[in-house]
Each structure stands twice: as C-alpha cells, then as structure tokens.
C-alpha cells in the first residue's frame, strides 16, 4: 500500500506527478492555507506532510497525527516546525538546502543596491509624473562599490552573498556563531568581525542566519544604535530576528539611513510604520522566488518525503 501524504499548499504539476508514483497524494491546488483544526483533520490519517513555511508543525498538532512520519518543508528555514516534538515522536524532518542559496543571495544584493539608489522611491515619483528634468543634486544615493559590507550569518547563503560583493569591489566582514574555516574565508574573501566590530564597521549589513530563540530580536534597538547612522540594514533571512518596532524608530529618527526587508515579524502583516517611511525598500518575502528555484525547493521536497515514507534515508534530513 502506498503512503498517504498531503500537499499543504499549492506545488507545480511535475511535482506532485512525482509523489502520486510513490504515495497517495491529496494536494491543495486551490492554495488556501490550512487552519490548525483543518490540517489537524487533514493530517489524522496521513503518513507524511508536504508543508510551506506558512505551516505551523508543532507539538499540538503532532499529537493529532498519529499516522505522522515525515515532515518535508519546502524551505531551507523550519522554524515554523517544532523539530524536537517530530524527534520525541521518531518524525523525520526535511528542508531544502543548497537549492536556493544563489536566488537568496540576488534578492539580498537586490536589496541592498536598491535601498542604496533609491530605486523604489524614484519609480514612484516617476510613475506619479513628478519628473520635471535632470538636476546635479537630484536622488543623491550611496555607492555600494567599495563599500564595507558586513554579514551575519556564513552559511551558504552568507557564502554566495560574499561572492558576490567581490564584484562590486566590497570590502566583506563577516559574524557567524562559530568562525568559519580559513578556506571559506579565503574563497569569499570575508574576515571575522566581533558582531560589535561588524555593526560599527559596516556600512551595509545583510542578516543572513537562521530564526531561533536566541536569534530572536538579535538586531534590537541596542544594536542599531551600534551601526553607523549612514548603515544600511537588509533582512533577507527570517523576521524575528529584527525587532520591527526599533527598527521603524531608528529608521524614522535617522539612527541608520534605510532598510531593505523582505520578511517581516508577524508577516504577512507587517508593522504599519514602515509603510511611513521612505528610506525602507520593502518586498513580500521573495528571497527565492524565481521560477527554477521554487520549482526546485518543491521538487527537492517532493524527493525528501518519498525517500523518508520509504524507508530510505532523506537527502536533507534535519533530525537524523
Ligand atoms: C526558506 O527557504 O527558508 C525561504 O525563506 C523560503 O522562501
């Protein structure tokens, strides 16, 4: 018999083709996100679950799922799965690594030149036809090449956006938990920074680590009060790991001079003082989506739930 799975949200066709030849498959083409009582109901009777950051997967509905054996999100980030409640049941827990980094790292750098040049602010005053003719002082930005650019977080994603900066001629200063190998350091061309120094230093910073409890406001009131008033901040990674609130203040009392975000605490709602504000780029969490690379994630999803449902070991298993 094959496994029973659902499919939480919307995938491509290809996708769930490729499951239908291994498990029972009850998709959500219509894309409407489940609640906590519907999944709950959905999952009672199911072998495994394909879900999207958007899920909640913690210990109240595990405990609903008594057929559950596979937990397969189609992101890189799982902060929205409880994985130490999946471990205590013998759940297995997939991600999907590696596929999105190059996306991730175009979008940040996306980001940071557009906060930089101002592109969002001058579309808007050309489309509300308030261009009257060139002037020398005119939308005055900040140049992004020679800049010294700080990341937090050198994982891959951390690793790609450093690769890049070497073509705008970046200087790169990097914190991570723990220091990466001097060959990594050496290949990105990226030197260790205290997360003081790289908040004092940088004059662009780009978040890149992974939500967790003690990632949770790690750029606080305290710590943007630490950068540069001329620093950039991009948050490419998870919201949470920003407090909003303090960031809508020091963007508001120049305390840094922009922000460009695309995720957010709470989003899809977001807090209504960004919306204020000009100096803040502001995009609904897109870091990977481009058409390959959502096709990837989902296909790489898909991969990891049939080999977890048939007693293979996933590719990208986070709670071996
Ligand atoms: C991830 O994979 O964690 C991304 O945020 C999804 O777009």
Redesign the pocket.
């Known amino acids: 018999m094959k496994p029973k799975i659902i499919i939480t949200r919307e995938v491509f066709d290809d996708v769930i083709d490729y499951l239908k030849q291994y498990c029972e498959v009850d998709d959500n083409q219509a894309d409407a996100p489940y609640t906590a009582d519907a999944l709950a109901a959905k999952l009672a009777d199911r072998d495994g679950v394909m879900c999207a950051?958007t899920d909640r997967i913690d210990a109240a509905l595990i405990a609903r799922c008594p057929q559950l054996k596979a937990v397969a999100n189609i992101?890189?980030?799982y902060n929205n799965i409880d994985v130490p409640a999946c471990s205590a049941r013998g759940i297995k827990v997939t991600n999907?690594p590696g596929v999105?980094d190059d996306s991730t790292a175009d979008l940040a750098f996306a980001l940071m030149l557009s906060t930089a040049r101002r592109i969002t602010e001058v579309e808007s005053y050309i489309r509300n036809s308030e261009w009257t003719g060139w002037r020398l002082k005119q939308w005055l930005g900040v140049d992004v090449h020679h800049a010294t650019l700080g990341i937090i977080g050198m994982g891959r994603i951390g690793q790609a956006i450093a690769r890049r900066a070497r073509g705008f001629d970046m200087k790169v200063i990097y914190h991570n938990r723990k220091r990466v190998a001097p060959e990594i350091e050496q290949r990105v061309n990226a030197s260790y920074a205290s997360m003081d120094d790289l908040l004092a230093q940088a004059d662009f910073i780009i978040l890149q680590m992974p939500y967790s409890p003690e990632t949770h406001h790690l750029i606080d009131a305290k710590a943007l009060a630490k950068m540069k008033p001329t620093a950039i901040l991009i948050n490419s990674t998870r919201g949470g790991v920003v407090d909003d609130k303090a960031l809508v203040a020091a963007l508001k009392n120049g305390v840094i001079r922009a922000a460009g975000l695309d995720v957010f605490e709470g989003e899809p709602k977001l807090d209504p003082g960004f919306l204020e504000l000009k100096n803040v780029v502001l995009v609904p969490?897109i870091?990977?989506s481009t058409e390959a690379t959502r096709r990837a994630m989902a296909m790489t999803a898909a991969k990891n739930l049939v080999a977890a449902l048939t007693g293979q070991k996933p590719p990208n298993w986070v709670n071996p």
């Open positions: 950051l992101a890189v980030g999907t999105l969490h870091g990977s």
